[in-house]
């Protein structure tokens, strides 16, 4: 018999785009008696309620765990340690406390001394995501056929365990685990350096002579378009995951930093044999992608404010 992923009180510390998804699935799906949303911002909370996200609201982190048997840690990178601090003088021994942050190792080793049973923290990460954030960004489809990566450490309670992966699974998630070590190797390639290159290049851009910058903005092909999409992504949650995460990028940096390089060579000497094999290596790669059903249909998505 499978764990149940129903909880009766469920505390969202942070509401944005993730944390505000998984409240609308857990809404539809009644996997919830009653939500609670937490931020530092007034105005965040108000759009949760106004949007239906959750039923109470409040800026306190304390008050917003009192009584929850869940709760789901979804701020930047660099705030989840002194918001568990702050929300551990009203966690129950009892709550299963999970997150959705793209780096583990940092952010296990900042919460687990805060809280009351380090072994009921599950810590997980959901790979979905857009470059929008806010609750108003969120859509209850967000998870389905995603990866969500979970890490548990040697002591986690199975239990615990069972229960999240329960609860990702009903959201549609493909979940996978792992430690949170490989987690953040992995994660440092297809998600983190992907994010500074596109901040690189749109920083390029914008270093540009003001009439060349204009030109480029006016002519942007779909190549630039799509491509740095992503440096509109939520700029403290990144700078967050580039700080805790620094030697898994500076390392995958470092491994792209001299197959540039080599491109750059090939390109020098007019080496066209070389730019096809790779060319033809790298498309049969995003064609691996597409077939393990992890590129979004960029127009199926619902409506989202620029």
Same mark, same amino acid.
Not at 81 to 101: H, Q
């Given at each position: 018999?499978s764990?149940p992923?129903r909880?009766?009180?469920?505390?969202?510390i942070?509401?944005g /785009?993730?944390n505000g998804?998984l409240?609308?699935v857990?809404?539809?799906?009644g996997l919830?008696?009653?939500?609670?949303a937490?931020?530092?911002?007034?105005?965040t909370?108000d759009?949760?309620l106004?949007?239906?996200?959750v039923?109470?609201?409040?800026t306190d982190p304390a008050?917003?765990v009192?009584?929850?048997?869940?709760v789901?840690?979804?701020?930047?990178p660099g705030?989840?340690?002194?918001?568990?601090k702050?929300?551990a003088?009203?966690?129950s021994?009892?709550a299963?406390?999970?997150d959705?942050g793209?780096?583990?190792?940092?952010l296990?080793?900042d919460?687990?001394?805060?809280?009351?049973?380090?072994e009921?923290?599950?810590?997980g990460?959901?790979?979905?995501?857009?470059?929008?954030?806010?609750p108003?960004?969120a859509?209850?489809?967000?998870?389905?056929n995603?990866?969500?990566?979970?890490?548990?450490?040697?002591?986690?309670?199975p239990a615990?365990?069972?229960?999240?992966e329960?609860l990702?699974?009903?959201?549609?998630?493909?979940v996978?685990?792992?430690?949170?070590?490989?987690?953040?190797?992995?994660?440092?390639?297809?998600?983190?350096?992907?994010?500074?290159?596109?901040?690189?290049?749109v920083?390029t851009v914008?270093?540009?002579?003001?009439?060349?910058?204009?030109?480029v903005?006016?002519?942007?092909?779909?190549?630039f378009?799509?491509f740095t999409?992503?440096?509109?992504?939520d700029?403290?949650?990144?700078?967050?995951?580039f700080?805790?995460?620094?030697?898994?990028?500076?390392?995958?940096l470092?491994?792209?930093?001299e197959?540039?390089?080599?491109?750059?060579?090939?390109?020098r000497?007019?080496e066209?044999d070389?730019?096809?094999?790779?060319f033809?290596r790298t498309?049969a790669?995003?064609?691996?992608?597409?077939a393990?059903?992890?590129a979004?249909?960029?127009?199926a /998505?619902?409506?989202?404010?620029?």
């Amino acid at each position: 018999m499978s764990p149940p992923a129903r909880f009766e009180r469920v505390a969202f510390i942070g509401i944005g /785009l993730i944390n505000g998804s998984l409240a609308k699935v857990m809404r539809r799906q009644g996997l919830a008696d009653e939500l609670v949303a937490c931020a530092r911002r007034q105005a965040t909370l108000d759009k949760a309620l106004e949007l239906g996200l959750v039923e109470h609201a409040t800026t306190d982190p304390a008050a917003a765990v009192e009584g929850a048997d869940l709760v789901v840690i979804g701020t930047p990178p660099g705030a989840a340690g002194a918001v568990a601090k702050a929300m551990a003088p009203g966690l129950s021994p009892r709550a299963i406390v999970t997150d959705v942050g793209s780096i583990k190792a940092q952010l296990i080793e900042d919460v687990r001394p805060h809280l009351p049973a380090p072994e009921r923290f599950v810590p997980g990460h959901p790979v979905a995501g857009t470059e929008h954030s806010g609750p108003e960004a969120a859509f209850e489809t967000l998870f389905v056929n995603r990866h969500c990566i979970l890490t548990p450490l040697p002591d986690t309670d199975p239990a615990a365990l069972a229960r999240i992966e329960a609860l990702w699974r009903a959201a549609g998630s493909r979940v996978e685990t792992m430690t949170p070590e490989h987690h953040d190797r992995v994660l440092a390639i297809t998600s983190h350096l992907p994010h500074l290159i596109a901040y690189t290049i749109v920083g390029t851009v914008a270093d540009l002579e003001q009439h060349l910058q204009s030109e480029v903005l006016r002519y942007a092909a779909g190549g630039f378009t799509d491509f740095t999409r992503i440096a509109a992504s939520d700029p403290v949650m990144w700078r967050d995951v580039f700080v805790h995460n620094r030697e898994a990028v500076l390392e995958m940096l470092g491994r792209f930093t001299e197959d540039l390089t080599a491109l750059q060579r090939a390109i020098r000497w007019g080496e066209g044999d070389k730019l096809e094999a790779l060319f033809t290596r790298t498309r049969a790669i995003r064609r691996g992608v597409i077939a393990e059903g992890q590129a979004f249909d960029r127009q199926a /998505l619902p409506d989202r404010p620029e």
